[in-house]
């Protein structure tokens, strides 16, 4: 038996071996299908993605903006109403910024509660500023409304202190001054009595609403009693001055001393005076005689 010989890829076919068939011809190949878009679908996964792959999670929704606003302003109205609450002519409007303060603070409490705001602690301390600031204006505007409606007050002692008297000067602290000249008497027997006034001050003045009583020797006279040559009516400005005389008819004729109460304006408050009444006054009432007597000076004495 012949040994193997090694196998040797360069030596030559060897003619006395049977020749091999060549392989039967290759059929037509038949077409793929088309593969739908994606991968296939998984039992236990969703469609389109491969197998062993779990399902995305649902998109998370985007929280709510908070709602701020009211705790924001209800501070800064509470901060404004506390710096400017102790300003006496602003305390009408920092009233009305200290109560809104309030309201804003309680709202924006409530919301930070329900979680629907995150500045609770800003809504807290405009509420407390709001309050503070609320108070002190409460206060000061109930002292204005009785500044602002409280008579004009004499400032002179002549008319407050003490009666006034003929040529005294009564100053209200408006820059009004009045005087009262010497009563005099008229031809009827009654007493005639004349009031000047003069505005030193730098605004007008109104007169509607003067009023003057008068009693004669601590006997009121009645309002018929009093009447007015001259009213005072209408507004005196700065730098005039105006007069009003007025007849009284004493009650019982003859008197010694006439008192004055005059309120020259609704605004003003009331001065006094205390005349010397002159001799031979009285005289129609009861049946005699009477010089008829002059007014007073015109003008205001400087």
């Known amino acids: ?46 469609a389109g993605y491969p197998p062993g792959w779990a399902a995305p999670y649902p998109p998370v929704p985007y929280p709510p903006m908070p709602r701020n606003g009211m705790g ?29 303060a309030v309201i804003f603070g309680v709202v924006g409490l409530r919301r930070a509660r329900r979680r629907e705001a995150t500045n609770g602690g800003v809504a807290r301390g405009g509420l407390w500023t709001g309050v503070g ?29 003490f009666l006034a008297d003929t040529g005294d000067q009564v100053a209200f ?7 009262a000249d010497a009563p005099s008497v008229n031809a009827d027997g009654g007493y005639s009595v004349r009031l000047r006034l003069a ?18 020797d601590g006997e009121a006279v009645p309002g018929d009693g009093v009447e007015p040559e001259q009213r005072l ?27 004055l109460d ?9 001065a006094y005076w205390e005349l010397d009444l002159p001799s031979g006054g009285g005289a129609g009432d009861n049946g005699g005689s009477g010089d008829g007597g002059g007014g007073g000076s015109g003008g205001l004495d400087a």
């Not at 302003?73 to 009305?96: D, E, M, P, R």
Request: proline letters at 13%.
């Open 262 to 270: 005059l309120r020259p304006g609704d605004d003003h408050e009331t």
């Open 1 to 46: 038996m012949a040994a193997e010989q090694p196998y040797n890829p360069f030596r030559p076919p060897d003619a006395s071996a049977a020749a091999v068939a060549p392989p039967p011809p290759a059929g037509p190949v038949a077409p793929v299908p088309p593969q739908p878009y994606g991968y296939p679908a998984h039992p236990g996964g969703p």
């Open 199 to 216: 505005n030193e001050g730098d605004e007008d003045i109104a007169l509607d609403g003067s009023r003057l009583t008068a009693a004669c």
């Open 173 to 179: 602290d408006d820059g009004l001054v009045v005087v």
């Open 133 to 161: 600031s609320a108070a002190v204006s409460a206060v000061l505007t109930v002292l204005l409304f009785v500044w602002a409606l409280a008579p004009v007050p004499v400032v002179s002692a002549a008319g407050a202190d």
């Open 233 to 259: 009516t209408g507004v005196l400005r700065p730098g005039e001055t105006t007069a009003a005389g007025h007849r009284i008819a004493c009650p019982g004729g003859h008197a010694e001393i006439l008192a």
């Open 72 to 100: 924001t302003s209800s501070l800064v109205l509470g901060v404004v109403a506390a710096a400017l609450c102790w300003t006496f002519i602003l305390s009408v409007v920092t009233l009305v910024l200290g109560v809104l």
